[in-house]
């Protein structure tokens, strides 16, 4: 046997002992269930407040599930079932069915699961083809004895599991998609429509102007979409997942925060749950998801821990400036967007975002789902 392993059922072992001797010390039911609670590191409060939070598009799915944790169910069923709402949703071009490509024009999906209650995670990245990676995040933690599984595997991982192949790219990011190969330079050989003349721009379909403002919007602002829901039981557990299709037009093979364990979220049944959405990259680079709920654990409130990475990845994004200067603008503030979700086991709860503007999700027994403010750490 390993080290590692030895260790591990020796403090088992040793956990065991301790309350096997305090049982025998305890003669009322209560001290035994006092007893038995030595073992267990984490505080377990038999009644906690039912919430959800999240980006702002889990709004549907927290409509459609809060009820469920309100009524007992696990924390872990009831966040993947809030982000599924979004995977399955065509219109929501961050994450899932309908999101944006790869600059090949190929959804890749990335996604993880995190149970605060087994301190156990699983993750896809880089997949395709399969409608709820979310899902196959959770077959990963469960079904298996990794944490992430990439590209080809994970789809044959899912595929084996049972997930049908589904074609991700819709008809509308096809389009948009094809209007960014054929606008992003001068210097290549695409041409975008000829459709500046009155007479073409006159003979268009309403959905198809729509779309065509879509896309222009999206090529002014490239999307770094993404859903993240943390979730708190009613028996005090927290767990938390995070799915996307990632940065538009990345470059094939990228992968961002959202699968990545301490970066786009991370949960511990001892202190919390956070998530982050935005800029991968910088989620990363700040271990984002798990400074937060290392402040936590110091004592922060989530407003201040959500602020205090954020001052983070400020200083990081300034110094890194230095070779990639389209990172902060003139006054030293980060141009991208990046924000966190933070609860605590009490069931307090933040969403904090780099600049001003901007919504997240919540669901607690104060008001039910809802939209409220994210709080900016700089106002622009
Ligand atoms: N936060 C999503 C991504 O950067 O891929």
């Known amino acids: 046997m390993s080290g590692p392993s030895r260790e591990l059922d020796r403090r088992h072992f040793m956990g065991l002992s301790a309350s096997a001797a305090a049982l025998a010390c305890t003669s009322t039911a209560g001290r035994a269930e006092e007893a038995t609670a030595t073992i ?23 409509k459609a599930n809060y009820p469920r944790l309100v009524a007992g169910e696990a924390p872990l069923d009831v966040a993947i079932d809030v982000v599924k709402v979004v995977e399955a949703d065509p219109d929501d071009r ?5 999101g944006l490509p790869n600059e090949d024009g190929v959804v ?29 995040a959770r077959l990963v933690m469960e079904r298996t004895d990794h944490c992430m599984i990439v590209g080809r595997g994970a789809y044959e991982f899912a595929r084996a599991h049972g997930h049908q192949h589904v074609e991700l790219l819709t008809p509308p990011t096809r389009e948009i998609w094809l209007r960014w190969k054929e606008t992003m330079s001068d210097r290549d050989d695409r041409l975008p429509p000829r459709g500046s003349s009155k007479k073409k721009q006159a003979s268009r379909s ?4 729509e779309l065509l403002a879509e896309a222009d919007a999206i090529l002014r602002d490239r999307p770094t979409g993404t859903i993240h829901c943390s979730a708190l039981s009613t028996a005090g557990k927290v ?104 609860l605590g086991l009490d069931g307090a709860i933040a969403g904090v975002t780099l600049r001003g503007g901007g919504e997240f999700a919540v669901a607690d027994p104060d008001g039910g789902p809802r939209i409220e403010p994210l709080v900016a750490l700089h106002e622009t």
């Open 206 to 209: 309403r959905e198809e102007a």
């Open 239 to 342: 767990a938390c997942t995070t799915t996307t299709s990632g940065l538009a037009w990345k470059i094939p093979g990228r992968v961002g925060d959202s699968p990545a364990v301490g970066a786009g979220l991370y949960c511990d049944a001892e202190v919390g749950s956070a998530g982050a959405t935005g800029r991968g990259e910088a989620a990363i680079l700040s271990g984002g998801s798990h400074a937060a709920i290392e402040l936590l654990r110091g004592g922060a409130s989530p407003l201040d821990a959500g602020m205090e990475v954020l001052r983070r990845v400020t200083r990081q994004a300034r110094r890194a400036a230095a070779w990639q200067p389209g990172l902060v603008d003139g006054a030293g503030v980060p141009t991208f967007g990046l924000n966190f979700y933070v």
């Open 108 to 136: 890749q999906l990335d996604a993880a699961v995190m149970d605060g209650a087994t301190h156990n995670s699983g993750a896809v990245a880089a997949i395709e083809n399969i409608l709820h990676p979310s899902e196959v």
């Open 94 to 98: 961050s994450v899932g069915l309908g």
């Open 40 to 62: 267990s590191a984490a505080p377990r409060p038999s009644r906690a407040p039912a919430v959800l939070v999240g980006s702002r598009n889990c709004l549907a799915g927290m």
